[in-house]
């Protein structure tokens, strides 16, 4: 890793548009489309706009950083738009020194991504998991194996799953979006005693074919001292992702929750777009061998 690769920085000009219809008397909305401020993300230029005169509000989860903004919409249209410069200074580090952390030894807030979850039923897997990757040794190119493993048993496909698969049915079908990917790799790190959390964001390097921009699911997984970036349906690169939200499965990470009678309109319109200038070291999103990370160490 040479000096301008620890130094260069991504910024992405972030646009997202949505649109509802409510049809009953009014509706409640938890939105968790605003990027998170973390030690190695930050966020500035943030503009949201309602075409309803309510008053957003927007909160923080002090435990994993995702921004909630929460509203009730009157009967009628809402249109919403939100837009934000995002600056990534992303860590990087060599692979092969990333070493798995023992369950006795890990930090709180990691404990609890080794649990099963919804969408992630590791329990279930634990036979196919050791039968796979136990017998390789312990560190991130196993976690690697993992996701590789998955790409190779699973086929891209829209429009092929549901909110309610898991991936146990990723699985059995072999076929999914970014979505049901992250389940399934999620679920077999689990399956080893390694952490692993689901984790939205958008879906910057797409391949067009694959469809307009669109928010995007990957995984972190928890390796050496802080929480890594994989994205199990290789379809974005992971240097242009912008961490929005992060739970055990999707049902945490949502990017719209609603309560009441609504039709979506329109959206999700999704804008990202890399801004490269080398005289402030800001680089386009590239594929890169090092492991990477927008979180800080932990304790």
């Not at 997984?221 to 929480?227: K, Q, S």
Request: charged share 20%; with cysteine; proline share 8%.
């Amino acid at each position: 890793m040479n000096s301008n690769d620890a130094t260069a920085k991504v910024r992405i000009d972030l646009q997202i548009g949505l649109g509802y219809r409510i049809e009953s008397p009014g509706a409640d909305f938890i939105f968790n489309i605003h990027p998170a401020h973390t030690p190695c993300q930050s966020v500035s230029a943030e503009e949201l706009w309602l075409s309803q005169p309510i008053r957003p509000d927007i909160q923080t989860d002090p435990i994993s950083g995702n921004r909630y903004l929460r509203l009730q919409a009157l009967q009628g249209d809402l249109q919403l738009s939100y837009r934000a410069t995002v600056e990534l200074r992303h860590h990087r580090a060599d692979p092969a020194q990333l070493q798995e952390i023992p369950i006795q030894r890990l930090p709180l807030e990691a404990l609890g991504y080794v649990y099963p979850s919804r969408y992630c039923e590791s329990d279930k897997l634990l036979r196919l998991a050791m039968k796979q990757f136990g017998h390789l040794a312990p560190g991130y190119p196993r976690v690697q194996a993992i996701m590789d493993w998955v790409q190779q048993q699973v086929t891209f496909t829209s429009n092929t799953s549901n909110p309610r698969t898991s991936a146990i049915e990723t699985l059995v079908e072999q076929v999914g979006v970014c979505r049901d990917f992250a389940h399934l790799m999620i679920a077999l790190c689990r399956a080893v005693n390694i952490p692993a959390r689901f984790t939205t964001g958008t879906d910057y390097g797409a391949d067009p074919a694959l469809g307009p921009p669109d928010f995007h699911a990957y995984v972190e997984v928890y390796v050496g001292d802080r929480w890594y970036i994989f994205d199990p349906s290789g379809t974005g690169i992971p240097l242009g992702f912008v961490r929005i939200g992060t739970g055990r499965d999707a049902a945490d990470a949502a990017f719209a929750t609603i309560f009441g009678g609504v039709v979506p309109t329109s959206g999700p319109i999704i804008s990202a777009t890399a801004y490269e200038d080398a005289s402030q070291n800001f680089v386009r999103p590239h594929h890169t061998p090092l492991a990477v990370s927008t979180d800080a160490p932990k304790q």
